[in-house]
């Protein structure tokens, strides 16, 4: 899933890059609240981390401002104002999680799949469709209980369609959840990952749409 990073402290943001790349998550990082809020206005993003004291533009201006957009991606907000009146204001403001400066990694990277897994009305870590099972915190799936091994962008891939499943996605779309910036995407890049994920897991698994994307039906047995 991609995620957006706003923290202005070079060593650290880093750090937080570095750390949830291995996790799994592609990472855009910028460092100030005017570059925060433009991109999170484009809506390409599954979640974002964001720091509170950002130059050019506070991160509580940036949170008010983006949900006065009616935006809603899930933003965790991620600052050293450890007071109760700060983390009020930023949850009743529109964040959907707070986390204290230091952070540990993990919990960091546990905050973000929940949020993301709520965002998309999904209760539990494990989603599951059909007879096809994806946990995104041990980046495993299994098909008819027996696992199966996949490429990086092969489980983005699936994770993003099983997050959507029974709505259709575009070309587009796909691309902002398999790519971050300074990636050249191949015109057909999609269409390959579509069919290795057909040709492990089973031919009609996914379904496409022509002229629009493609879905993963919510109930298989009625696609």
């Known amino acids: 899933m991609r995620i957006l ?3 202005d402290d070079a060593l650290l943001g880093d750090g937080l890059q570095a750390g949830l790349r291995q996790l799994g998550f592609l990472v855009d990082w910028v460092r100030d ?12 993003y599954s979640a974002a981390v964001l720091d509170l004291g950002l130059p050019l533009k506070d991160g509580m201006e940036v949170l ?11 933003i965790l907000v991620l600052t050293a104002r450890d007071a109760v009146p700060d983390r009020i204001l930023g949850l009743d403001q529109g964040a959907d999680d707070y986390l204290i400066k230091p952070v540990d990694l993990f919990e960091l990277g546990a905050r973000l799949r929940a949020l993301v ?3 998309h009305g999904q209760p539990l870590d494990t989603l599951t469709v059909g007879d096809v099972e994806l946990c995104p915190g041990t980046r495993e799936v299994r ?39 300074g ?9 390959v990952h579509v069919h290795h994920l057909r040709r492990k897991l089973r031919a009609d698994v996914i379904q496409t749409v022509r002229g629009i994307g493609y879905t993963l039906p919510r109930d298989p047995a009625s696609a």
């Open 5 to 7: 990073l706003a923290e």
């Open 64 to 74: 008010k401002s983006v949900r006065a957009q009616k935006l809603s991606t899930p």
């Open 117 to 119: 897994r709520r965002s």
């Open 143 to 181: 098909l008819n209980g027996a696992l199966v091994s996949l490429a990086t962008r092969e489980f983005d891939l699936l994770h993003a369609l099983m997050l959507n499943a029974g709505r259709v996605m575009s070309r587009e779309q796909i691309e902002q959840h398999l790519y971050s910036w």
């Open 183 to 191: 990636h050249e995407v191949e015109s057909n890049a999609v269409e």
């Open 33 to 44: 609240g005017v570059a925060a809020e433009r991109e999170l206005s484009t809506g390409s």
